[in-house]
């Protein structure tokens, strides 16, 4: 698959410019969810990205244009 095949949906892209500013909790908050949701939802993105942590998430989103 192509890089452009695997475009975040509309949920992973808030999650991706949220996880760039807040931590966990905050995350939380702002999108009125529990903690555990936002941590599936970052592991989720992860898997997209086929990275493991934030700042290799934040290298992948760059490289990708997608933020």
Same mark, same amino acid.
């Given at each position: 698959m192509t890089e452009t095949s695997q475009l975040p949906d509309e949920e992973q892209r808030r999650v991706l410019a949220l996880m *760039?500013?807040?931590?966990d909790h905050v995350i939380a908050r702002r999108l009125g969810v529990s903690? $555990? $949701?936002? /941590?599936? /939802?970052?592991? *989720?993105?992860? $898997?997209?990205?086929?990275?493991?942590?934030?700042? *290799?998430?934040g290298l992948a989103v760059a490289k990708r244009g997608w933020l």
């Open positions: *760039a500013r807040y931590d903690v $555990t $949701t936002v /941590r599936r /939802r970052i592991k *989720a993105v992860y $898997t997209l990205l086929g990275v493991d942590n934030r700042f *290799a998430a």
